[in-house]
């Protein structure tokens, strides 16, 4: 009756599994036990900020003969450097050039910085005290703003490197940093096509905490890039002699010097020549590098921000004058705006295909590299650097737009250009040319697909 009784019937396989199964909590118990006794509770470390070794390694094949190396000593230079100035993910700092920490540079908010940094942490009520960027942004763009989070090399188009100061979507000019604006708009909106996802549920405060922690990133990762293309001219000498700043503080060294030197005191100790050398190079790097290359260019930002004319009329598609501007826009994407180079006659993408973006132009072009070779890479895929991956002009014929898809947005990146990427800026169009480029792009995805290169008469794009 027993063997009738579905409830409690047995079979040998499933004693079998069930031994296997308490084995398996068995050990698993065992190791966490044994982990408990030989290694305590304790915590993992905190991380670091990642030297940029792909910049080293550009710098060397550019200045040193072949297989030769800057010394050692430099990178704990470089770190020391960056550290007085920035301090750690953990514990950020930001370099007042003044010697007051109370009064901020207007670009960047110091309490945001630290609200932004360190371990995701929250209060009883769930409210963030620390971490925000490390919860939401470091799996991609990486703990030092590198790009190069645990997912970035799965994702197409790889995550942002913040430290090249270079950002497509914006309203200034090439070469200009993008404003609050701006980099709010990403963070709300995301970037369609990519794996930038809109954040757009965070509240106010935290995404300007965001903003602020990310151009932390990247004033950090400028002066880096700049300390490194110094190291060719140093013929060995050190970078910076630490032992003359009190504490790792450059600004507390700087802020000391400068007190010395006004001080009324009658008698004057004559410097030796270690501190002469100290006072030269920790002048250069607060004043030459640091003040006069990113703080200057992120200082009002707002100031170059392109003044968009008002949309015409007949950018709408129910205006009568539609139909002849989009006409006016094929005529220039084929002739004088040159858009089918890149774009394709067809508009889907398929005209240049093998450029690069200046994230991986800026180390690919290093003698002897070769991006379609592995074995040219092998040494800067080592160093960090992510796989050269070539950039595809938009498929213009999907109304998917990364940078937006008003027509100011349009507008902005047709006048502007797309920094960092092959998109060049339209200098040489006029505003009516521009406005007819952005009717014809939105027209587009509804053109027909067999609607080629148009025929060519007297320099003016006739449809087929």
Same mark, same amino acid.
């Given at each position: 009756?027993?063997?009738?009784?579905?409830?409690?019937?047995?079979?040998?396989?499933?004693?079998?599994?069930?031994?296997?199964?308490?084995?398996?909590?068995?050990?698993?118990a065992?190791?966490?036990?044994? =982990?408990?006794?030989?290694g305590? =509770?304790?915590?993992?470390?905190? +991380?670091?900020?990642?030297?940029?070794?792909?910049?080293?390694?550009?710098?060397?094949?550019?200045?040193?003969?072949?297989?030769?190396?800057?010394?050692?000593?430099?990178?704990?230079?470089?770190?020391?450097?960056? /550290?007085?100035? #920035?301090? /750690?993910?953990?514990?950020?700092?930001?370099?007042?050039?003044?010697?007051?920490?109370?009064?901020?540079?207007?670009?960047?908010?110091? !309490?945001?910085?630290?609200?932004?940094?360190?371990?995701?942490?929250?209060?009883?009520?769930?409210?963030?005290?620390?971490?925000?960027?490390?919860?939401?942004?470091?799996?991609?763009?990486?703990?030092?703003? !590198?790009?190069?989070?645990? $997912?970035?090399? #799965?994702?197409?188009?790889?995550?942002?490197? #913040?430290?090249?100061?270079?950002?497509? #979507?914006?309203?200034? +000019?090439?070469?200009?940093?993008? $404003?609050?604006?701006?980099?709010?708009?990403?963070?709300r909106?995301?970037?369609?096509?990519?794996?930038?996802?809109?954040?757009?549920?965070?509240?106010?405060?935290?995404?300007?905490?965001?903003?602020?922690?990310?151009?932390?990133?990247?004033?950090?990762?400028?002066?880096?890039?700049?300390?490194?293309?110094?190291?060719?001219?140093?013929?060995?000498?050190?970078?910076?002699?630490?032992?003359?700043?009190?504490?790792?503080?450059?600004?507390?060294?700087?802020?000391?010097l400068?007190?010395?030197?006004?001080?009324?005191?009658?008698?004057?100790?004559?410097?030796?020549?270690?501190?002469?050398?100290?006072?030269?190079?920790? !002048? %250069?790097?607060?004043n030459?590098?640091?003040?006069?290359?990113?703080? $200057?260019?992120?200082?009002?930002?707002?100031?170059?921000? /392109?003044?968009?004319?008002?949309?015409?009329?007949?950018?709408?598609?129910?205006?009568?004058?539609?139909?002849?501007l989009?006409?006016?826009?094929?005529?220039?994407?084929?002739?004088?705006?040159?858009?089918?180079?890149?774009?394709?006659e /067809?508009?889907?993408?398929?005209?240049?295909?093998a450029?690069?973006?200046?994230?991986?132009?800026?180390?690919?072009?290093?003698?002897?590299? !070769?991006?379609?070779?592995?074995?040219?890479?092998?040494?800067?895929?080592?160093?960090?650097?992510?796989?050269?991956?070539?950039?595809?002009?938009?498929?213009?014929?999907?109304?998917? %737009?990364?940078?937006?898809?008003?027509?100011?947005?349009?507008?902005?990146?047709?006048?502007?250009?797309?920094?960092?990427?092959?998109?060049?800026?339209?200098?040489?169009? $006029?505003?009516?040319?521009?406005?007819?480029?952005?009717?014809?792009?939105?027209?587009?995805?509804y053109?027909?697909?067999?609607?080629?290169?148009?025929?060519?008469v007297?320099?003016?794009?006739?449809?087929?």
């Open positions: 009756m027993l063997a009738e009784n579905r409830s409690v019937r047995f079979s040998f396989p499933n004693v079998i599994q069930l031994v296997k199964l308490n084995t398996s909590v068995f050990v698993l065992l190791c966490l036990a044994l =982990c408990l006794a030989f305590g =509770c304790e915590k993992s470390p905190a +991380p670091k900020f990642r030297l940029n070794e792909v910049e080293i390694l550009k710098q060397e094949k550019a200045s040193l003969p072949q297989d030769e190396h800057f010394a050692e000593s430099y990178d704990e230079e470089i770190n020391a450097v960056l /550290t007085s100035l #920035f301090g /750690t993910p953990e514990s950020p700092k930001f370099p007042y050039l003044e010697g007051d920490e109370d009064e901020a540079h207007e670009f960047v908010n110091f !309490d945001d910085l630290k609200w932004a940094a360190g371990r995701v942490h929250s209060d009883r009520e769930g409210r963030p005290i620390s971490g925000l960027y490390r919860e939401h942004c470091s799996h991609c763009h990486g703990i030092t703003g !590198d790009g190069a989070g645990p $997912t970035a090399a #799965f994702l197409n188009p790889y995550p942002r490197d #913040f430290r090249l100061s270079k950002f497509k #979507f914006k309203s200034t +000019p090439l070469r200009r940093s993008p $404003t609050d604006h701006d980099m709010e708009m990403i963070l909106n995301g970037i369609p096509g990519t794996a930038m996802p809109s954040f757009r549920t965070l509240p106010d405060d935290e995404i300007k905490a965001l903003i602020h922690y990310v151009k932390y990133l990247t004033i950090r990762g400028q002066l880096e890039r700049m300390l490194i293309s110094e190291l060719s001219s140093l013929e060995g000498e050190p970078l910076m002699d630490m032992s003359f700043v009190p504490d790792g503080d450059l600004v507390a060294a700087l802020v000391k400068e007190a010395d030197e006004d001080s009324d005191d009658e008698e004057e100790v004559e410097p030796t020549e270690e501190q002469e050398a100290f006072e030269e190079q920790l !002048d %250069y790097v607060l030459e590098l640091l003040l006069e290359g990113p703080l $200057t260019r992120w200082s009002d930002p707002e100031d170059s921000v /392109t003044e968009i004319p008002e949309v015409p009329e007949a950018i709408a598609a129910s205006h009568p004058d539609h139909a002849a989009v006409d006016k826009g094929r005529e220039v994407f084929f002739a004088k705006g040159n858009c089918a180079q890149c774009h394709g /067809t508009a889907m993408g398929d005209g240049q295909t450029s690069y973006d200046d994230w991986t132009n800026d180390w690919i072009k290093s003698a002897g590299v !070769d991006p379609t070779d592995k074995k040219t890479y092998k040494d800067f895929t080592d160093a960090g650097a992510l796989k050269p991956r070539a950039i595809r002009p938009r498929n213009l014929r999907l109304p998917v %737009y990364r940078g937006g898809g008003q027509p100011q947005n349009l507008y902005l990146r047709i006048l502007n250009g797309i920094e960092g990427t092959p998109m060049p800026a339209g200098a040489t169009l $006029t505003e009516e040319e521009i406005w007819a480029l952005v009717a014809y792009v939105k027209w587009l995805p053109e027909h697909a067999d609607k080629v290169k148009p025929k060519m007297n320099n003016k794009a006739i449809a087929r």
